[in-house]
């Protein structure tokens, strides 16, 4: 028998006049789970994670917190947490008195909950704080007393709303870690709002990726990166070269398509459901491009080119090249290889650029075909 998901939506949609913000979406999160939404600003995410907290109520679908309808509950009535953007914190309260704050207001006796707040808070790895004020913890120190105020509630379901924005890029990196720790510490399912994918790639058991409010895949980070179903999942997680172009042929093997300035082959896989003529969008990783300093011999059906350095972007193992496509003048971003063969490499050089059928991703695009 299969187990009762913590939260489960069912075709739930939520109107504001005219708009539609979200659009009869339907998923489900197992016990334990990280589970992502990730979109870009005005997707709908967070109305959705506000209508799971009950701030909104949906116009249409149902909404169960294991197995139990959530429609005519409310927030405070719901087994659920929520950490807000700014954490919310009260600055005239210490610590303590923070994590403690819910289990006031459900009326626990105060031993009680100096048992039950310290307890948490060694959990998040601040024991012996309690008495401390808020203003003395650091940016990392406040976003765990944020998460412990909510599981000394043990909620059933804890919901993050982009938790991570406001720290600095070192401590973000940090957190991101500290969050998947803390997720896995406790074993609640966490369901984390957020438009930056790095955040969700890192931290997800699974992802949603929410567009004009609707989810257009959903899958581990792997799935998403390397088999995005659409079009707007392949340009919007992860970074891609992106070109448009139209199918000029179709074989067994590989697609040929013509771009503005040369063809591009496609794995047939990779091009599932387009035929001759159609309009497609093209995506090819940057880390899928190959560089040699001559040319060699191209085997049938790889794609290949000559470019000119316009910029080399150092970043460590991050580093990246951007390349004028000499034949087309197309650029192209392709990851410098750690191998250090390409150090000296300057603005100007002459460089070699090739990456395999198969690791071309197209996408018919909307609306389109005999054209660029």
């Known amino acids: 028998m299969t187990p009762t998901p913590d939260l489960e ?20 999160v197992p016990q334990g ?28 679908g149902d909404l169960l917190i294991k197995g139990r ?3 005519d509950v409310p927030p405070n009535k719901r087994p659920v947490s929520m950490v807000f953007q700014h954490l919310a ?6 610590i303590g008195a923070n994590v403690g704050f819910g289990l006031r207001q459900r009326g626990v006796n105060r031993s009680d909950i100096k048992k039950q707040v310290e307890r948490v808070l060694e959990r998040v790895g601040l024991a012996g704080v309690a008495e401390r004020s808020v203003s003395s913890l650091s940016g990392g120190q406040k976003q765990r007393v944020a998460i412990a105020r ?65 989810f257009e895949q959903v899958g581990a980070a792997r799935e998403l990166y390397y ?10 997680v992860g970074e891609a070269n ?11 093997a590989a697609l040929q398509l013509v771009t503005a300035g040369g063809r591009i082959f496609c794995g047939i896989d990779a091009g599932r459901g387009l035929a001759r003529g159609d309009a497609a969008e093209i995506f090819v990783r ?53 191998t250090g063969e390409f150090r000296d490499l300057q603005r100007g050089d002459t460089i070699h650029f090739t990456w395999q059928a198969e690791q071309t991703r197209c996408y018919r695009q909307i609306g389109g075909r005999d054209g660029l």
């Open 9 to 28: 939506c069912r075709a739930i949609s939520k109107n504001f006049d005219t708009f539609q913000a979200v659009k009869e979406v339907s998923f489900s």
């Open 33 to 60: 789970t990280f589970f992502s939404i990730l979109g870009p600003s005005g997707c709908g995410k967070t109305t959705l994670l506000r209508m799971i907290a009950g701030f909104q109520a949906p116009s249409g």
């Open 69 to 71: 309808s959530m429609l």
């Open 89 to 94: 914190l009260f600055p005239m309260m210490n």
């Open 150 to 214: 909510c599981m000394v509630l043990e909620p059933d379901v804890l919901l993050l709303d982009e938790p991570l924005g406001a720290l600095d890029l070192k401590l973000r990196e940090h957190m991101k870690v500290e969050l998947k720790k803390l997720q896995s510490e406790f074993n609640t399912t966490f369901v984390y709002i957020t438009h930056d994918q790095s955040e969700a790639l890192v931290m997800s058991d699974q992802i949603a990726v929410m567009n004009r409010g609707v």
């Open 227 to 236: 088999a995005p179903e659409t079009a707007f999942v392949a340009g919007f």
């Open 242 to 252: 992106r070109f448009r172009a139209r199918v000029e042929q179709v074989d067994g």
């Open 286 to 338: 940057p880390e899928a491009v190959r560089l040699s300093r001559a040319a060699g011999v191209v085997s049938a059906g790889t794609n290949s080119g000559e470019g000119i350095v316009e910029t080399i972007l150092f970043n460590g193992a991050n580093s990246q090249v951007i390349l004028r496509d000499r034949a087309n003048g197309a650029e192209m971003n392709v990851s410098l290889p750690q």
